[in-house]
């Protein structure tokens, strides 16, 4: 009975250590749950992201008031016979 005892209770802590301390441990499963969660928010982030620039995209090819748009502010470009004002403030108040 004693023998018995004494192995069970052996075995039974060493399915402890390798619970707690082992390969595969549940620190180790913690920790790769928070690392899903953590590359769950970055998709998230990034599927918006894109979500974004896809519907860009589709304004540009469809409508001719975003590509002007573009133009007008990234490239400086203006209509014929437009007159451009830049207004620059003073520095010296």
Do not use: C, H
């Amino acid at each position: 009975m004693r023998v018995t005892l004494v192995v069970l209770l052996t075995l039974f802590l060493a399915l402890q250590y390798r619970l707690w301390f082992g390969k595969n441990s549940l620190p180790d499963y913690w920790r790769l749950q928070q690392e899903v969660s953590s590359q769950k928010n970055t998709n998230e982030n990034l599927e918006r992201r894109n979500q974004l620039i896809y519907a860009d995209l589709e304004d540009l090819r469809e409508g001719e008031d975003a590509l002007e748009e573009r133009a007008r502010n990234e490239l400086g470009m203006v209509k014929k016979d437009e007159v451009f004002f830049r207004l620059v403030p003073d520095r010296n108040p």
